[in-house]
Each structure stands twice: as structure tokens, then as C-alpha cells.
């Protein structure tokens, strides 16, 4: 049962331009949320994450938007760059359980 | 801050054989956790301990799979004996307690792991 679900494995944007990712989830427990982003033989860095008490958080050209009645969470990078090419995983906990439930995953390709 | 070390970087060995993957956290962090991912299934958690001690191995996928953490900067994932469906990056990754109980984690490179 996948309980964190990314639908788009890929997404192709032009530099310059806004990228969107998308993520839903299944599970209503979940109360905190995080995008983490990888490149090739790396390990997942942290990117940004919000509660569920807001439903929006900002970090510079990044932004999370969170609808938790439509149980559905999106990043937008704008605008976007080149080494924002990697593979970005959505995440979710709730409080009181340290597991983190990861999608599966969306490649972001910056074209120049 | 050197980050999350995980040594080897790539183990390739044969079916049959024991493999140790091996971590050392973030000085400081109180949980540690062991991930596994692959194609079919993607990042999947394994185990993860706070304070040394093991709190969920439910994801540890069978018997042949073990994992330590014997003091605060140190913890192994052994596979024994190793099989082809066990090939995969394993991730270490840790964490502090924040008063807020939010918090993120901290991934180390990964070790590729090959069993032909």
C-alpha cells in the first residue's frame, strides 16, 4: 500500500520557468512533510518541508504548497535552474512515529 | 561537519556470502536509520534505533538481515548470506530530537551493493 504517491516519474522544464511537483497521500495521520532531493550517487538532501498547521512554506525559490483536504502537496521551483536537475522525493510522518514514508520519486530535468 | 560516513561506497560479491555495510552518524544525532532502495519498491525504511537501541525493524525484509548499533557512532547492517534480490543502494541516514518533534534527516552517500 503505497501511503506517499508521486505520479509523475519525470518532468522536463525549460530554465527560466516554473517547475511543479506534485505528491499525494493516503494516510490522514500524516502531519509533517518534507521534499528531499537527489542527485546520482548521492544520498537525499533535504530541501523543505511544512506542518500541517500551515499550508504554505518558503525557502527562496522554493516553495511548498499543502491541501490537506485533497491530501495533496506541491513544490514549485521558480525559477528554475539547471542544478535543480535531480530526482526529488516527497516524504510524510505524524507525530510520534519517527518513520518517514517516501514516494517514489519524480526526475526534474532543467533544459537550458 | 564530515556528515553521515558509509563504508564501502560499492560492495559487489557472490550469492551465498556475508556483506556488512557499515555507518557512522552525524556526532550528536540520537536516531539512525537503515534504508534500502530500489527500482521496484523505491526508499524503503529497514531499521532505525534511538539512543543505540532498536526501535522498528519491521522493515527488515527477512532473518538474513541484521543490523547493530553497538555505541552512538557506529552501526552495521549485516546480509548473511547474501542473495541476488538483495542488490540495492543502502542509505544511513540520522537525526536529532527537536523540542518540536519536527525534524529532518540526514542521508550518507549510499553503498551500491551487488550480489551475482
Known amino acids: 500500500d503505497q501511503q506517499v504517491k508521486q505520479n509523475s516519474p519525470s518532468l522536463s522544464v525549460q530554465e527560466g520557468r516554473i517547475s511543479i511537483l506534485n505528491c499525494d497521500y493516503t494516510?490522514?495521520?500524516?502531519?509533517?512533510f518534507l521534499w528531499y532531493k537527489k542527485y546520482p550517487a548521492e544520498g537525499p538532501t533535504f530541501l523543505i518541508s511544512i506542518s500541517s498547521i500551515k499550508d504554505k512554506n518558503e525557502d527562496g525559490r522554493f516553495t511548498v504548497f499543502l491541501n490537506k483536504s485533497a491530501k495533496h502537496l506541491s513544490l514549485h521551483i521558480v525559477p528554475s535552474q539547471p542544478g535543480d536537475s535531480a530526482v526529488y522525493f516527497c516524504a510524510a510522518r505524524y507525530f510520534g512515529n519517527e518513520k518517514l514514508t517516501f514516494g517514489t520519486g519524480t526526475r526534474l530535468t532543467i533544459i537550458p | 561537519d564530515a556528515g553521515v560516513i558509509q563504508s564501502p561506497r560499492h560492495e559487489v560479491t557472490e550469492m551465498g556470502q556475508e556483506v556488512t555495510l557499515r555507518c557512522k552518524p552525524i556526532s550528536g544525532h540520537d536516531y539512525l536509520f537503515w534504508y534500502r532502495q530500489t527500482m521496484m519498491r523505491g526508499l524503503e525504511l529497514l531499521i532505525y534505533f534511538n539512543n543505540n537501541v532498536p526501535i522498528d525493524d519491521s522493515g527488515m525484509p527477512e532473518d538474513r538481515f541484521s543490523a547493530k548499533m553497538p555505541n552512538a557512532s557506529f552501526s552495521t547492517l549485516k546480509i548473511q548470506p547474501s542473495e541476488p534480490r538483495d542488490s540495492a543502494v543502502y542509505f544511513c541516514?540520522?537525526?536529532?530530537?527537536?523540542?518540536?518533534?519536527?525534524?529532518?534527516?540526514?542521508f550518507g552517500p549510499g553503498t551500491r551493493l551487488t550480489v551475482t
Open positions: 541516514a540520522s537525526s536529532f530530537t527537536t523540542s518540536g518533534g519536527y525534524y529532518e534527516q540526514y
Open positions: 494516510n490522514s495521520m500524516f502531519d509533517y
